[in-house]
């Protein structure tokens, strides 16, 4: 069975091609600057990438060009659009209401487009992406696979602000969380790694935006990321928590609007407000190397941050078996792992230092040091696996 994987963007479109029977990508890509001029980036398993140039004036386009690409005798790896048997859709919001993966139908479609302003950002494309790919493919199943959804079975004094409670049943003012697809995946694969189900397991997705999830038993019951992305640890550019005063605080003070206000806390703070040089860690990092003080506080911000998350997730769960770190920092900066997991000896948490510098990129390593009471894995994430098996056990 042949799943396509689509991830759509305002003016991008990501795409995978699975073949479920032997779990394995066929073919992915990316499709750019749609509504613009257009370019596909087009990659096979030991072949060249195909690059090229077309007109996308919308996402019915780009779907249209990516499924002439995949059948293509020369760059193709199906013969038909035939052999697609479903299509699984990435939404970052589900709401309240889709809890779960679930096929999409009209009052799905009506439920994500009513909650659009719970999640102005990535909740049209993702509509506009799966109205394109129904519209030319119209006789499969299309499933949508939500990150909010792994936190669907918090426990209510998880995610419940405390504001007046009217604020919540009018507008859905709550914790949801995010990310949810990466923490289940690499979360189940600790607790097999482990050969524990029911692992308290501590995952860290961080990336240009990062979260932290606590699981116990194969659901989540805490995440870092709130009523929005925003929340949490320091970003690329987002702040991550603050006292929610400093938002009226800055307004007052700079006599802006909200919508500046939250321009200033979600695009320009995080590494690159305390840095003053970039979003991308990278850069903050090598920055930091060369002496630079603002840089180096930047890194040390997130590293406190997150540690104080990593502990409190400890002491809610009463335990930790595994710490795991994924996404583009987690998975790759040794040095920032390193300094999140330094002095964590009372929990038991122990890096082995040579092991941990030396792990191999894109690869699950093992990094706890000898007598370790609790593991340490790097576990490089897979959302579109997660998006390829939901859609398979929905529709097969």
């Known amino acids: 069975m042949k799943i396509l994987v689509v991830n759509a963007g305002s003016s991008s479109l990501k795409y995978q091609l699975f073949d479920m029977e032997t779990e394995t990508v066929l073919a992915k890509g990316l499709c750019e600057r749609i509504g613009i001029d257009g370019a596909l980036t087009h990659k096979r ?3 060249p990438d195909y690059k090229c140039t077309d007109a996308l004036p919308d996402h019915k386009a780009a779907i249209e060009l990516v499924l002439k690409t995949l059948i293509d005798k020369e760059l193709g790896v199906i013969k038909s659009v035939d052999e697609i048997s479903a299509v699984g859709h ?4 589900g709401g309240e209401k889709l809890r779960a993966s679930a096929v999409l139908g009209a009052d799905e479609i009506a439920y994500l487009e009513s909650i659009v302003e719970l999640n102005p950002l990535h909740g049209p494309p993702a509509i506009s992406g799966f109205k394109a790919c129904k519209e030319v493919m119209p006789s499969i199943n299309h499933v949508g696979v939500f990150d909010t959804s792994y936190y669907s079975d918090m426990e209510e004094k998880a995610y419940i602000y405390p504001i007046p ?5 009018q507008y859905r003012i709550r914790r949801y969380g995010f990310h949810g697809t990466s923490h289940r995946y690499v979360a189940g694969k600790a607790a ?6 029911n692992a308290k397991i501590i995952t860290c997705h961080l990336g240009n935006g990062s979260s932290i999830t606590a699981t116990v038993n194969g659901k989540a019951i805490d995440t870092s990321m709130g009523f929005t992305p925003q929340d949490g640890v320091p970003m690329g550019t987002r702040s991550g928590a603050i006292d929610p005063t400093v938002v009226t605080y800055i307004q007052k003070a700079k006599g802006i609007s909200a919508e500046e206000a939250d ?3 979600n695009k320009q703070s995080g590494l690159l407000g305390v840095s003053g040089i970039s979003s ?3 850069d903050v990092a090598t920055a930091a190397e060369g002496g630079n003080k603002r840089a180096k506080l930047a890194l040390d911000i997130l590293v406190h941050n997150a ?5 409190s997730y400890v002491a809610e769960m009463n335990g930790v078996d595994a710490l795991v770190f994924t996404a583009g920092i987690g998975e790759n900066d040794r040095e920032l792992r390193a300094e999140i997991c330094r002095d964590m000896s009372w929990l038991g948490i122990e890096m082995d230092e040579k092991a941990n510098a030396t792990c191999p990129r894109g690869e699950i390593a093992d990094v706890t040091a000898n007598g370790g009471k609790t593991k340490v894995f790097v576990i490089p994430t897979n959302e579109e696996y997660m998006i390829a098996l939901d859609t398979l056990n929905l529709t097969k």
Not at 90 to 93: L, N
Not at 165 to 169: F, G, K, M, V
Not at 307 to 311: E, H, L, Q, S, Y
């Open 165 to 169: 409670y009217e604020l919540y049943e």
């Open 90 to 93: 990435r939404f970052a919001h």
């Open 192 to 197: 097999e790694l482990l050969g524990n189900k």
């Open 263 to 265: 321009t200033i806390l």
């Open 307 to 311: 540690k104080k998350i990593v502990g």
């Open 280 to 282: 991308d860690c990278r």
């Open 45 to 47: 398993s030991g072949k």
